[in-house]
């Protein structure tokens, strides 16, 4: 598969086998001819390069095909405007006769209700563990069978709400408590990846108590250390590295949690490549709860707002991760990651080819690229309410497909204006 730079697209010009966008949506079929509004799509998408197994092959003037060409088979999904959804992109005749079409200050996400039995179960997991995590900071004496409340209590609502406590993740609608809301989004995805990679029961709550204690270290941390902005002197460091050490005897003197939960907090910091810390192990000498816990922690890192960033696209995320090339991660455990999340994960928000603004709902293990989704608002700029928008199938729905993540600011920003 070759790849072409956008910038080297000419329109009118026709390729022998059809041409690609991140690997299997179709830009243009073969004989077709690659249109200005073509081109002009994957710049406002942002789409950098294309793919195809074929040619370039004559074309006629004007990006014609040579007579006897078949031009029924051009892909001709509806005009997209760069300009998103705003009041210009509605005439006022259109107004005057449909009088469901809305500027971009009439759309807005989902919101979460507080009174859903998954949202509040989400809530009391982090505020629990964040008294755990106050406990753990003043030295008080304290049991694991707390904890072991948390990691039974959590790993039964994943399976149970899967889909909305990955929304909650990525949606970031709890403020405060973050030390206990960063350990329990990394459990929540810890949880999935062993149950992916169809660990046996015993073992995923190893994962999830690991996941929920693999950074208390970090609260006997001097607090000038641990909320520094900007560059840390190399014995600066050297002492937050050493959390690791923290976090395993906390688990395993003062909570007596056995070696297997050890090891997870010990080595989740290790690297595939043997470049982690604090042992340099390397590959599968580095435990698998560990490799799991590893994954989770860097995709919660990087969707979570920080003091110093703000937060990553779930997409963008999930691209960084897929760019890792056996550096820091297992590559198993990324694959796992991947099919029990989508490219797109669940609570994304994306724009259709056909300027449709939708949320992903459901991922298709077999189909990361091809999500389902319910339509926010359509591409005449309708926006719908409460999750009335129509549930679409892309794995069904093959002239559809995901053009490119709009990060959720976007919208505010329109909205606001």
Not at 45 to 72: A, C, F, L, R, Y
Not at 78 to 95: C, E, K, L
Request: aromatic share 6%; with cysteine; net charge negative.
């Amino acid at each position: 598969m070759k790849k072409i730079l956008v910038t080297d697209l000419k329109e009118g010009v026709v390729f022998s086998e059809p041409v690609y966008i991140e690997g299997n949506n179709i830009l243009v079929p073969a004989g077709a001819a690659v249109r200005k509004k073509d081109i002009a799509r994957l710049h406002a998408w942002g789409i950098e390069v294309v793919e195809t197994e074929g040619e370039p092959v004559e074309t006629g003037q004007n990006g014609k095909k040579p007579s006897g060409g078949d031009d029924s088979k051009t892909y001709d999904p509806a005009d997209f405007s760069p300009a998103g959804f705003t009041p210009s992109d509605i005439s006022p005749a259109d107004q005057a006769t449909d009088s469901r079409k809305k500027p971009a200050s009439m759309i807005s996400l989902p919101e979460v209700q507080e009174n859903k039995g998954a949202y509040r179960s989400y809530l009391d997991l982090i505020e629990r563990l964040d008294e755990v995590c106050g406990n753990i900071a003043s030295g008080a004496a304290m049991e694991a069978r707390s904890i072991d409340n948390i990691s039974g209590r959590l790993l039964q609502s994943v399976r149970e709400e899967r889909n909305s406590f990955i929304g909650y993740i990525l949606g970031g609608e709890i403020k405060g408590h973050e030390m206990a809301k960063s350990l329990v989004n990394s459990a929540i995805l810890s949880a999935l990846i062993a149950m992916e990679l169809k660990m046996p029961n015993h073992k995923i709550l190893q994962v999830v108590t690991g996941a929920l204690l693999h950074d208390v270290g970090m609260l006997r941390m001097p607090k000038e250390i641990v909320e520094k902005r900007g560059g840390l002197s190399e014995s600066e460091l050297q002492h937050i590295q050493s959390h690791t050490l923290y976090t395993y005897k906390i688990v395993t003197k003062e909570l007596l949690y056995p070696e297997e939960v050890g090891l997870i907090v010990l080595q989740h910091h290790e690297r595939w490549d043997g470049e982690g810390y604090p042992r340099r192990f390397s590959g599968t000498a580095i435990d698998l709860g560990a490799r799991i816990v590893s994954v989770a922690d860097a995709f919660e890192a990087m969707v979570s707002k920080k003091p110093y960033r703000n937060s990553m696209m779930g997409y963008q995320a999930m691209k960084n991760l897929l760019s890792d090339n056996l550096r820091r991660f297992d590559p198993d455990v990324i694959k796992a990651f991947i099919q029990t999340m989508g490219i797109y994960p669940i609570g994304s928000i994306i724009l259709l080819n056909s300027g449709a603004l939708a949320r992903v709902i459901d991922v298709q293990p077999t189909a990361p690229l091809r999500p389902t989704i319910r339509i926010l608002a359509d591409e005449f700029g309708n926006a719908y309410k409460n999750d009335s928008g129509d549930m679409i199938d892309l794995l069904t729905e093959k002239s559809l497909f995901i053009a490119r993540a709009v990060d959720p600011k976007e919208i505010a920003e329109k909205n606001v204006k």
